[in-house]
């Protein structure tokens, strides 16, 4: 079983960047894929990235042309560098493994790191 601690979080201003990292117990290399997830407070949640080991990314609307996911499978990292944030990125951010099947199905969790976005 795959242990996954994110880092990275904090508080910014709107506009401002942040890098999260999801660093992983274990080789990711076969790992088919991996996300982040996000739960904001009274709210569900929700898909912000996948990304596949064959390279395909999968991005929620709200982030698009803003976020982007990759992975080091030399670290054992998947990182997720998000740009323009907003105060609705506020939440509390969860990297995941899983697999892809034509949606992306995470079944591994880190415990969350949380971002706050100041106006």
């Known amino acids: 079983q795959v242990q996954l601690v994110e880092s990275g979080g904090g508080l910014v201003q709107a506009g401002g960047s942040l890098r999260l990292s999801c660093a992983a117990s274990?080789?990711?290399?076969?790992?088919?894929?991996m996300g982040w997830y996000r739960q904001a407070p009274g709210k569900q949640r929700e898909l912000v990235a996948a990304?596949?080991?064959?390279?395909?990314?999968r991005y929620a609307e709200s982030v698009k042309g803003r976020f982007t996911i990759s992975r080091d499978n030399a670290k054992n990292t998947v990182y997720l560098q998000m740009n323009s944030l907003k105060p609705e990125d506020t939440a509390v951010y969860y990297c995941?493994?899983?697999?892809?099947?034509?949606?992306?199905?995470?079944?591994?969790w880190g415990q969350g790191t949380q971002v706050t976005v100041s106006s």
């Open positions: 995941n493994s899983g697999y892809y099947t034509g949606s992306y199905i995470a079944d591994y």
């Open positions: 274990e080789s990711i290399f076969s790992i088919d894929a």
């Open positions: 990304l596949t080991s064959g390279g395909s990314t």
